[in-house]
Nanobody
Framework: QVQLVESGGGFVQAGGSLRLSCTVSGSIFSINAMTWYRQTPGTQREWVAARTSGGATNYPDAVKGRFAISRDNTKNTVYLQMNSLKPEDTGVYYC???????????????WGQGTQVTVSS
């Protein structure tokens, strides 16, 4: 059974950095799409970073230049490096990965359990 396990959240002062990890638990063939989202109480989940299997990345203006999404194929792990954090970056961060479990199978999307990031002013 494939699951995504997130880690790396925590409490940090404004201007600080955190690195979030999203590790695939279970056997898969490939990671085809990678996206990080965040959510605050009363709001919809919003995307903060995306990466294709070819390595193209995209970020909304709110985090561009401060956040970076990357992957380690050897560990089946996707990262979100967050620098120059601001109080408005506070929220629960979720990874969403498009995975192909078998070479001939379709791509299915999975969510991590979420990790809390709190940035104090």
């Amino acid at each position: 059974q494939v699951q995504l396990v997130e880690s790396g959240g925590g409490f940090v002062q404004a201007g600080g950095s955190l690195r979030l990890s999203c590790t695939v638990s279970g056997s898969i063939f490939s990671i085809n799409a990678m996206t990080w989202y965040r959510q605050t109480p009363g709001t919809q989940r919003e995307w903060v970073a995306a990466r294709t299997s070819g390595g193209a990345t995209n970020y909304p203006d709110a985090v561009k230049g401060r956040f970076a999404i990357s992957r380690d194929n050897t560990k089946n792990t996707v990262y979100l490096q967050m620098n120059s954090l601001k109080p408005e970056d506070t929220g629960v961060y979720y990874c969403n990965l498009g995975l192909r479990v078998q070479s001939s199978g379709r791509v299915n999307y999975y969510w991590g359990q979420g990790t809390q990031v709190t940035v104090s002013s």
